[in-house]
C-alpha cells in the first residue's frame, strides 16, 4: 500500500485555522474520526506520540502519526493558513501536516508510508507547491501527483 492510494479529499484540510499544535491535532482528529474510533481517542493517541518527541520533521513538515485498533491505515493531509509551533527539530514553524493512523499490527506498510512521504516532502519545490493549494481538491491532488513521480 502507498501513501497516494490511502490519500482521499475527504480527509484533506487547506489552510485550517490552527493556532497551536493541540489545535492542529484536534482538527486531524476530527476529520480522521472513525465509528470504531472517536476523535477524542484519537486526538489522545495522537498527543501521546506527540509527548515522546516532536514528529516535526523540518522545513515546517510534520508526521503526526499514532497506532490505534483500526483495520487500515489512514491518512490525512492538512494545510494552516498560519505556520505553527510544533517544537520541530529545527526550531521551523510548521504549516504542512500529514497525519498517519495505523493498525496496531502493521509494521512495515507504517514505515513504507513514511519513508515515501518524508522523501516525497524533502524537496523544497513540493512543500512550495502545498503551499500554494487554495483548496482541499488542489491540494490532494497536489500530493498524490507528488507521490506518483
Same mark, same amino acid.
Not at 491518512?75 to 496496531?104: H, K, M, N
Not at 502545498?130 to 513521480?149: G, H, P, Q, V, Y
Given at each position: 500500500?502507498?501513501?497516494?492510494?490511502?490519500?482521499? &479529499?475527504?480527509?484533506? /484540510? $487547506?489552510? %485550517?485555522?490552527?493556532?497551536?499544535?493541540?489545535? +492542529? /491535532?484536534?482538527?486531524?482528529?476530527?476529520?480522521? &474520526?472513525?465509528?470504531?474510533?472517536?476523535?477524542?481517542?484519537?486526538?489522545?493517541?495522537?498527543?501521546?506520540?506527540?509527548? /515522546?518527541?516532536?514528529?516535526?520533521?523540518? &522545513?515546517? !513538515?510534520?508526521?503526526?502519526?499514532?497506532?490505534?485498533? !483500526?483495520?487500515? %491505515?489512514? /491518512? $490525512?493531509?492538512?494545510?494552516?493558513? &498560519?505556520? %505553527?509551533?510544533?517544537?520541530?527539530?529545527?526550531?521551523?514553524? +510548521?504549516? %504542512?501536516? +500529514?497525519?498517519?493512523? +495505523?493498525?496496531?499490527?502493521?509494521?512495515?506498510?507504517?514505515?513504507?508510508?513514511?519513508?515515501?512521504?518524508?522523501?516525497?516532502?524533502?524537496?523544497?519545490?513540493?512543500?512550495?507547491?502545498?503551499?500554494?493549494?487554495?483548496?482541499?481538491?488542489?491540494?490532494?491532488?497536489?500530493?498524490?501527483?507528488?507521490?506518483?513521480?
Amino acid at each position: 500500500m502507498t501513501a497516494d492510494v490511502l490519500l482521499t &479529499e475527504e480527509y484533506t /484540510l $487547506c489552510r %485550517i485555522e490552527a493556532t497551536s499544535r493541540k489545535r +492542529v /491535532l484536534e482538527e486531524i482528529a476530527n476529520a480522521l &474520526e472513525q465509528p470504531e474510533l472517536t476523535s477524542d481517542a484519537l486526538f489522545e493517541g495522537l498527543m501521546a506520540r506527540e509527548r /515522546l518527541g516532536s514528529t516535526g520533521l523540518g &522545513e515546517g !513538515v510534520a508526521i503526526p502519526h499514532c497506532r490505534a485498533d !483500526v483495520d487500515r %491505515i489512514t /491518512l $490525512c493531509l492538512a494545510t494552516a493558513r &498560519e505556520p %505553527i509551533d510544533y517544537e520541530a527539530s529545527d526550531g521551523q514553524f +510548521v504549516d %504542512i501536516f +500529514v497525519a498517519l493512523i +495505523v493498525p496496531t499490527d502493521e509494521h512495515e506498510a507504517h514505515l513504507g508510508i513514511l519513508a515515501e512521504l518524508a522523501t516525497a516532502l524533502n524537496e523544497p519545490d513540493n512543500r512550495n507547491s502545498l503551499r500554494a493549494c487554495r483548496s482541499s481538491s488542489e491540494l490532494c491532488t497536489c500530493l498524490k501527483s507528488m507521490l506518483n513521480s
